[in-house]
Nanobody
Framework: VQLQASGGGLVQAGGSLRLSCSAS????????VAWARQAPGKEREFVAG????????YYTDSVKGRFTISRDNAKNTVYLQMNSLKPEDTAIYYC????????????????WGQGTLVTVSS
């Protein structure tokens, strides 16, 4: 499966953005998907994940209540709605996918998109 992340941009603190992760290839509905981010000088970190059927979602603590991950398997797309953005959310955001239940460990994800930059100004 090939992934492409989009939707990044510059937004003021308190604003919102919606990221999209579009997939090509068959059987995307069989893949769990995660969003991860990497800020300058920091390691890549898990942000949110969703099961293949959308029933299970999970988030890192710093984004709970502000970010929502969802998917539309008919459109081969996973979304990350980001509200109440903070300057510390500034990073390159990546989507990743794998079959089964890869969870929050990014090492379990074999397929990665190219990333989209989110910049939150104070």
């Amino acid at each position: 499966v090939q992934l492409q992340a989009s939707g990044g941009g510059l937004v003021q603190a308190g604003g919102s953005l919606r990221l999209s992760c579009s997939a090509s290839g068959r059987s995307f509905c069989a893949y769990a998907v995660a969003w991860a981010r990497q800020a300058p000088g920091k390691e890549r970190e898990f942000v949110a994940g969703i099961s293949w059927n959308g029933v299970s979602t999970y988030y890192t603590d710093s984004v709970k209540g502000r970010f929502t991950i969802s998917r539309d398997n008919a459109k081969n797309t996973v979304y990350l709605q980001m509200n109440s953005l903070k300057p510390e959310d500034t990073a390159i955001y990546y989507c990743a996918a794998d079959v089964g239940t890869p969870g929050i460990d990014l090492l379990n994800y074999d397929y990665w998109g190219q990333g989209t930059l989110v910049t939150v100004s104070s």
